[in-house]
């Protein structure tokens, strides 16, 4: 059975607004967010994955929620789907990332949204992409009431 796959969808708040950090997905055809597997050895929680994937792929961390707030579909070049599991991560620091062909940058919800559309990516993982957007808004909204 395949390691689970998760991703830190990354946050800040910049000037009473939010933003999201994006990565270019291995290949650079499209943007998405820090992901990965959870490796096995040493065994690792899937929302400490998330969390190293962040650290790896964005140069960033931050608190990081130990549940899942959903999850969605990303589809591989293989034809094959991953069911990811998101995390929200408040960033808190950055540094250069490991991979920095990743080319981690910060976009509006709307911005992101457009990132989304560029690239390759097909209709259904575009419409996941943005309902992780809508979704991480208003649970931040719901946490800011």
Not at 19 to 31: I, S
Request: net charge negative; hydrophobic share 35%; glycine share 8%.
């Amino acid at each position: 059975m395949p390691a689970p796959v998760v991703a830190a969808i990354c946050y800040r708040r910049r000037n009473g607004k939010i933003e999201f950090l994006l990565v270019r997905a291995k290949g650079g055809d499209y943007w998405t967010f820090p992901k990965g597997h959870v490796e096995k050895e040493p065994s690792e929680l899937p929302w400490q994955a998330a969390q190293r994937e962040a650290g790896e792929e964005a140069g960033v961390s931050g608190a990081i929620e130990t549940e899942p707030f959903t999850s969605y579909a990303y589809g591989k070049n293989n034809g094959r789907e991953d069911d990811v599991a998101a995390y929200l991560m408040s960033v808190e620091s950055e540094r250069k990332p490991d991979e920095p062909e990743r080319e981690p940058q910060w976009f509006s919800p709307e911005s992101a949204i457009e990132k989304f559309a560029e690239g390759r990516r097909e209709e259904k993982y575009l419409r996941e992409h943005e309902r992780v957007i809508r979704e991480a808004l208003a649970r931040l909204g719901r946490q800011a009431a």
